[in-house]
């Protein structure tokens, strides 16, 4: 089942017993129970027939007690368990889950974790409920994501924004659908978001960021990098090195999967690498520019200097400096 599926359902009035949805990626599941709790009920239906519960406070019998009522001036009522991975005893669900009352539409979010795939529970929700699984996304997944998100909105965004709020923001859904938001209001009559807007409303730097640095250590250019660095250095916030570290690696083992792709087709390149065709380009050019063992050296670097940065092997040299070491010996 998935999110799309059930939101078309929901639209048709067409309802299951009892929604599952659990998982590590809490978007999808705010997503779903926002939707239920706002758009199921009429606001008049919702005064008599809507019960929200919350995980850390419920009882498992009140809970039941609730789902076992009849719904007043209204064909059905809808109960939510909301954070339920933090109820005791949800075990005890199993019973209503089994046989559940067709007039109650009873949805349960469980959040950061699956229920144990061994337990009776488990076996129960599969065979009993709607049940959706959430994962995290992979970050090769995200401009992908994002831009499809900008575009549901009617909106478009080019791909240096693009890349530009997901290199700041990384792999928290939530966050990158508020920062679009918040975009789109500032927009005025436009409709497409550039690197400007980024800048302006969300606050990065379109000049001084991790993918600039990425791009000039990509291309060899030395004052350029060091320049960024000097702007981390003065703005700590903009980039930590915790940040730029992991971004740089993730950029430079991709280019080192590169010599092991037969083809030179960027779509081929693409489709071996699982990322946007957009990206292949600027990969080619950085394995040009350092060959096979220019990255792998490089890939070590970033390695010590990652060490570095948490103090194996390092006596406190400061984040700034020892970037500024690193670029140089890449280059």
């Known amino acids: 089942m998935s999110v799309e599926k059930i939101l078309g359902d929901w639209k048709k009035k067409a309802f299951k017993p009892v929604y599952w949805f659990e998982g590590d990626e809490d978007y999808y599941i705010d997503k779903l129970m926002k ?14 027939n809507l019960t929200v519960f919350y995980g850390r406070e419920a009882n498992w019998a009140d809970v039941v007690n609730a789902c076992m009522r009849y719904p007043m001036f209204a064909e059905f009522q809808v109960v939510l368990l909301k954070e339920a991975q933090q109820m005791k005893e949800i075990d005890r669900l199993e019973g209503y889950i089994a046989n559940p009352l067709k007039s109650t539409v009873f949805i349960i979010g469980h ?33 992908g994501w994002t831009e499809k998100l900008v575009q549901s909105k009617g909106y478009q965004i080019n791909q240096k924004a693009l890349l530009l709020l997901v290199d700041h923001i990384g792999n928290d859904l939530s966050r990158i659908d508020n920062e679009i938001e918040k975009l789109l209001l500032n927009l005025g009559s436009r409709k497409s978001i550039t690197e400007d807007d980024i800048e302006n409303y969300v606050g990065i730097s379109k000049e001084f960021n991790v993918f600039e640095l990425q791009d000039a250590i990509a291309r060899k250019d030395l004052p350029k990098a060091i320049r960024i660095i000097q702007y981390f250095e003065s703005n700590p916030k903009a980039a930590p090195i915790q940040m730029v570290l992991p971004a740089l690696y993730n950029f430079f083992s991709k280019v080192f999967q590169v010599f092991g792709v037969q083809s030179r087709e960027e779509k081929m390149i693409a489709s071996a690498l699982g990322v946007p065709p957009f990206f292949v380009k600027d990969y080619l050019a950085a394995a040009q520019r350092y060959d096979y063992p220019g990255i792998e050296r490089l890939l070590l670097l970033l390695h010590e200097y990652n060490l570095r940065s948490v103090g194996i092997n390092d006596s406190g040299t400061g984040d700034a400096q020892l970037m500024k070491e690193m670029v140089f010996k890449m280059m």
């Open 35 to 48: 939707e239920a709790e706002h758009t199921l009920l009429s606001e008049a239906e919702a005064g008599f």
């Open 111 to 143: 959040k950061e974790k699956k229920v144990d795939g061994r337990s009776k529970l488990a076996k129960l929700l599969k065979d009993k409920t709607e049940l959706l699984q959430t994962k995290k996304m992979y970050d090769s997944q995200l401009p």
